[in-house]
Structures are given as structure tokens and as C-alpha cells.
């Protein structure tokens, strides 16, 4: 069966960072000015305005704890009606304080869900090509 | 102060009808907000030069309105917008007024936002992720309602502050209750007791049903003019003490800062534009699309230190009765939808003390704030006085 979810549609500001998931691996924007990463990344800096960027790549190994979530029982998208209730977290990555990803926690009952949890990057192969970068919780 | 306190009024406020499924295109609902607004104002069609909306691709023109009303004014605006465009189209209509360009602007919402276009409601996923500021990192990982996105600012900062479930329900019950004295919102006759709402399941964890803001068919219509031309007019002007019509969260993207909303930068301008402080205000409107985001308001505007909003409401204090009755004819959560024009319209209500003796007046209240949240990216407000 054809994945039925919206698959990240690339653009020139976010294309380094999705071909990096389709590999497997992470990769942020930083500005090479005031060293602050740019996420979600853009023609700008969000912090000064510099268009002096670069992209460091994570590797496979993204550890983060969980900062914020919401559990939604009811799809809000097509595609979604499998997965209720939907557990949607923000992460801040240990290795960038001050970066935060949004992703589902996956194979994860809401009970589970709390702020400080520990998670860890996997990837979703969700077509041939593509792969959607997930969290799920380090037991 | 600034140099625009006092100078400018809200001399005309007007609804059509609110229902599920109005059976009308928005134009005929705005051609109603606005007769009733102009009528209010006692003036005719042809006093207004300036006509503004705002919109999302969901309503009429200002062009087709002032057309459908006989009238060819000076000047026409419709902005894409949805919370806080009422204050940003105010500031717009005393700066053009200021520079002599125009005398009286007339500004609408009109919307059928139940059985036309949904907000949050039908969306093509692909058109979300290429509109969206940043939109392909939510939209794969079916974040597409505001309730969700403002619910991952809602459980970090319940997280931080203490505030509870029950502190969400007590915003939902007083509004309710407002609700209650109002014939013309749609929950009046349906009550929330504390009880119903805590055995009211999730829609989206922080969130219940009752913690988002209903979806109603109606327009809503007010007029600005000058406090010179306010005499002339038939009500008891309102007029404007200060305003910070759009304030920015501090980076485009805001779902990587949840720390922070554009509240927290509006309220400092507004209260000086102003000459006030919080605790001159005696009303409140205060953006209601969600419970959480009148608590987090009431603390961005200094209504109660952080970490005591959630005693502030439990105390009793958004009621009639309270120290800072809020969202009187029942707000977004139990009157209607507008993106926030209908809320203006009940502060203008109360600050002429237009209901009298009755139960829904606020006792002798002088001054008011009336917030606008398009997000935690995006906010104005500004402050009136009777």
C-alpha cells in the first residue's frame, strides 16, 4: 500500500536537511556569524540576519529529551486515521541546547509521554526514496 | 501616552446574525454588521470613506461591500489576516484619518466559518507545507491545527508553571457562563459545569472540545473616527487610549522557541501608548481561540505574576463579578468566531455601559483592554476608555 501521510516536500532552504533524512542522518543550517544553528533553516539567519550559512551534519546518532508534546485522538490530516491518538513531541537535542525537532514519538503509549524523557532519532523509509526522521524513546 | 490617546473613537459597533449555516454568501452577512454598525453610529452609508476587512480567501470585499451599500468611498483595503488584524486595521484607518486622507472607516469580518470555509478545516496538505513557515517540518507528522500547535506551547509552559487542567477548565466555565446572559451566543442555554469539563475527553492532549474555540457564520462591523467627529455621532463614543497593533515573536519560525509569544512584547507598548497600568483595567477582552492562550495572555499582560495565573482564574476573577471580567458575551470559546471582532464589540458594549441595570454589566468600568493573538507569532491589543 502507498503512504497515505504527507511526504516533506523539499526547497531550496530545506533540501540539504531532507536529503540528509532520505540517508538516514541529520543536518542542520548554522550561521557562520554568530554560530547560532537556523532550524527550521532559511534564506536568513533568525538570529542576525546573516546569509552566511553552512549545514553540519549529525550523523545517525541524535539523542534529545523530550521538551514539550500534545496527543491528538483525532486526525487533523488525512492519512492519520491509523495512528490515534498521535503522540507529536518537540526534542531538544543534546548535542545543539538550542535546537528543537517536532516529530511523532512512534511504538509509544501516551502514557509514557513526559517532559525530560530521553528519545533517540529513527528513521521511517516511507517511500523507495524518502525517510522521515521519528523519535522514539530510549528504554 | 502617545499622541494618538483620546484622539480617535469607536463610535459604531454592528453584528448580522450568528447561526451554523447562514444560507448567505459573507457579503450579506457583512452588508448587515455593517447597516447595524452605521445605524449605531447614527450615520449614513456615504459618511464612511474608508472601508477595511480582513480575511483568508474566506469573505467579501470591502469594494463589494460599499458597493452593495450605494456608496463609492474614497479609499478600500482587505488584508489576509485572521487575530489581531482588528487592532492592526484600527491603527491603519487613525494614521490614514491622521493624515487627512480619510474621516470614517468602517471595518468588517464576515465569514461563514461553520458552513463555508473551516478554519483548520479541509486543507490540501501539499498547499500547508509550501505555505506554512516551515511547514514540512510539522505537516508530515500531522500537525495541521493551531490546537496543536499552540498545545506544544500550552504543556511546556503548564510544565513550567504549574497551571492545570482545571485552571484551563475554569477559563472554559466563566466564559460559559458569560454565555449564559447572552441570548444571542450560540451556548447560551448550554451551561459547563467544572464537573462536565474535567469528564470531557481530549481532543488533542492539553486540549478538550470545550478548550477550543467554536465555529460560527456571522459579521461583525465597527467605525472609527476622529474625537471631533465622535460628537456628532449618535452613541457614547469609546475612545482609544493606546494601541501596539503587531508585534512579532522574535523568530519566523516560532515552533522552535516555545518559550516565548509576541504577547509578551505587545504588552509593555501597549500599556505605555496607553499612559496605564494592568491594574487600571477594569474589563477585559482577551483572545479566546483557546483556554490556554487567555492564561498565558493574562500573564504576558501582567494580570497576574507567572505562576499564579492558574490561582487568578481559579479565584473566580474572568467572572462577572471578578477582578478582571473577561470575555463578557462568553468569547470565542462559547459566543461566536470571528477571529477576535466579536470580543471588540462586547468591550465597546460594556464601556458604554450599555447594558444598564442589567446582570451583564460590568459595575462602573472605565477602561479596557481588548487583545489580538494571530498566534504566539503574531499579536496587538489596545486599551479603550468610556
Same mark, same amino acid.
Given at each position: 500500500m502507498t503512504y497515505q501521510k504527507p511526504i516533506p516536500l523539499k526547497n531550496i532552504d530545506n533540501a540539504p536537511y531532507w536529503d540528509a533524512a532520505d540517508h538516514h542522518e541529520m543536518k542542520l543550517q548554522k550561521c557562520n556569524d554568530c554560530s547560532n544553528y537556523n532550524h527550521p533553516p532559511g534564506p536568513g539567519c533568525s538570529k542576525c540576519?546573516?546569509?552566511?550559512?553552512?549545514?553540519?551534519?549529525?550523523?545517525?546518532? +541524535?539523542?534529545?529529551?523530550?521538551?514539550?508534546?500534545?496527543?491528538?485522538?483525532?486526525?487533523?490530516?488525512?492519512?492519520?486515521?491509523?495512528?490515534?491518538?498521535? +503522540?507529536?513531541?518537540?526534542?531538544e537535542l543534546d548535542n545543539a541546547k538550542d535546537v528543537r525537532i517536532i516529530a511523532n514519538i512512534i511504538d509509544?503509549?501516551?502514557?509514557?509521554?513526559?517532559?525530560?524523557?530521553? +528519545?533517540?532519532?529513527?528513521?521511517?523509509?516511507?517511500?523507495?526514496?524518502?525517510?522521515?526522521?521519528?523519535?522514539?524513546?530510549?528504554? | 501616552?502617545?499622541?494618538?490617546?483620546?484622539? =480617535?473613537?469607536? /463610535?459604531?459597533?454592528?453584528?448580522?446574525?450568528?447561526?451554523?449555516?447562514?444560507? /448567505?454568501?459573507?457579503?450579506?452577512?457583512?452588508?448587515?454588521?455593517?447597516?447595524?454598525?452605521?445605524?449605531?453610529?447614527?450615520?449614513?452609508?456615504?459618511?464612511?470613506?474608508?472601508?477595511?476587512?480582513?480575511?483568508? !480567501?474566506?469573505?467579501?470585499?470591502?469594494?463589494? %461591500?460599499?458597493?452593495?451599500? @450605494?456608496?463609492?468611498?474614497?479609499? /478600500?483595503?482587505?488584508?489576509?489576516?485572521?487575530?489581531?488584524?482588528?487592532? %492592526? %486595521?484600527?491603527?491603519?484607518?487613525?494614521? %490614514?484619518?491622521?493624515?487627512?486622507?480619510? !474621516?470614517?472607516?468602517?471595518?468588517?469580518?464576515s465569514m461563514n466559518g461553520r458552513s463555508g470555509s473551516r478554519v483548520g478545516g479541509g486543507w490540501d496538505p501539499n498547499?500547508?507545507?509550501?505555505?506554512?513557515? @516551515?511547514?514540512?517540518?510539522?505537516?508530515?507528522?500531522?500537525?495541521?491545527s493551531p490546537g496543536q500547535w499552540f498545545g506544544l506551547f500550552a504543556t511546556r509552559h503548564m510544565y513550567e508553571t504549574g497551571i492545570t487542567q482545571?485552571?484551563?477548565?475554569?477559563?472554559?466555565?466563566?466564559?460559559?457562563?458569560?454565555?449564559?446572559?447572552?441570548?444571542?451566543?450560540?451556548?447560551?442555554?448550554?451551561?459547563?459545569?467544572?464537573?462536565? =469539563?474535567l469528564n470531557t475527553p481530549?481532543?488533542?492532549?492539553?486540549?478538550?472540545?470545550h478548550d477550543f474555540c467554536l465555529e460560527s457564520d456571522e459579521a461583525n462591523a465597527i467605525i472609527v473616527t476622529s474625537a471631533e467627529q465622535a460628537k456628532d455621532c449618535k452613541t457614547k463614543p469609546v475612545y482609544i487610549m493606546g494601541m501596539s497593533s503587531r508585534q512579532c515573536h522574535p523568530h519566523s519560525h516560532?515552533?522552535?522557541?516555545?518559550?516565548?509569544?509576541?504577547?509578551?512584547?505587545?504588552?509593555?507598548? /501597549?500599556?505605555?501608548?496607553?499612559?496605564?497600568?494592568?491594574?487600571?483595567?477594569?474589563v477585559a477582552s482577551i483572545y479566546d481561540c483557546f483556554s490556554w492562550v487567555v492564561l498565558r495572555q493574562l500573564e504576558a499582560y501582567g494580570f497576574a505574576p507567572r505562576g499564579e495565573v492558574g490561582d487568578f482564574v481559579a479565584e473566580g476573577n474572568l467572572r462577572i463579578d471578578g477582578k478582571l471580567p473577561t470575555n463578557t458575551a462568553g468569547g470565542m470559546l462559547s459566543e461566536g468566531y470571528t477571529h477576535g471582532m466579536n470580543n471588540v464589540l462586547e468591550i465597546v458594549r460594556q464601556l458604554r455601559h450599555q447594558y444598564g441595570e442589567t446582570d451583564r454589566q460590568v459595575k462602573n468600568c472605565e477602561i479596557g483592554i481588548c487583545t489580538g493573538w494571530a498566534g504566539p507569532d503574531i499579536a496587538g491589543a489596545m486599551i479603550l476608555r468610556n
Open positions: 540576519g546573516s546569509t552566511n550559512l553552512s549545514w553540519k551534519n549529525f550523523g545517525s546518532d +541524535v539523542k534529545g529529551k523530550v521538551y514539550s508534546y500534545i496527543i491528538s485522538y483525532r486526525p487533523f490530516l488525512p492519512g492519520f486515521q491509523n495512528d490515534i491518538p498521535l +503522540v507529536i513531541a518537540q526534542v509509544c503509549e501516551p502514557d509514557k509521554v513526559e517532559i525530560g524523557k530521553s +528519545v533517540r532519532m529513527v528513521w521511517e523509509d516511507i517511500t523507495d526514496d524518502r525517510a522521515l526522521p521519528q523519535w522514539k524513546i530510549n528504554e | 501616552m502617545s499622541k494618538i490617546t483620546d484622539r =480617535y473613537a469607536i /463610535v459604531g459597533v454592528g453584528e448580522s446574525e450568528r447561526s451554523k449555516n447562514s444560507g /448567505v454568501t459573507p457579503l450579506h452577512l457583512a452588508l448587515d454588521a455593517a447597516r447595524a454598525a452605521i445605524s449605531d453610529a447614527g450615520l449614513e452609508a456615504k459618511d464612511i470613506d474608508g472601508f477595511m476587512s480582513y480575511n483568508e !480567501n474566506d469573505s467579501c470585499t470591502s469594494h463589494q %461591500l460599499a458597493t452593495n451599500l @450605494g456608496v463609492r468611498p474614497k479609499y /478600500v483595503k482587505d488584508i489576509l489576516g485572521g487575530g489581531s488584524s482588528t487592532e %492592526l %486595521l484600527i491603527a491603519d484607518a487613525i494614521s %490614514l484619518i491622521e493624515s487627512g486622507e480619510l !474621516n470614517t472607516v468602517l471595518i468588517f469580518r498547499m500547508l507545507q509550501a505555505n506554512i513557515d @516551515g511547514g514540512s517540518y510539522i505537516i508530515p507528522y500531522g500537525a495541521a482545571e485552571h484551563l477548565g475554569h477559563v472554559c466555565v466563566s466564559f460559559y457562563e458569560h454565555a449564559q446572559r447572552n441570548p444571542k451566543a450560540f451556548f447560551h442555554g448550554r451551561p459547563l459545569t467544572m464537573e462536565d =469539563y481530549h481532543l488533542s492532549y492539553p486540549f478538550t472540545k516560532y515552533w522552535s522557541d516555545l518559550s516565548q509569544v509576541a504577547s509578551d512584547y505587545v504588552a509593555p507598548e /501597549v500599556y505605555q501608548s496607553a499612559g496605564v497600568k494592568a491594574e487600571d483595567i477594569d
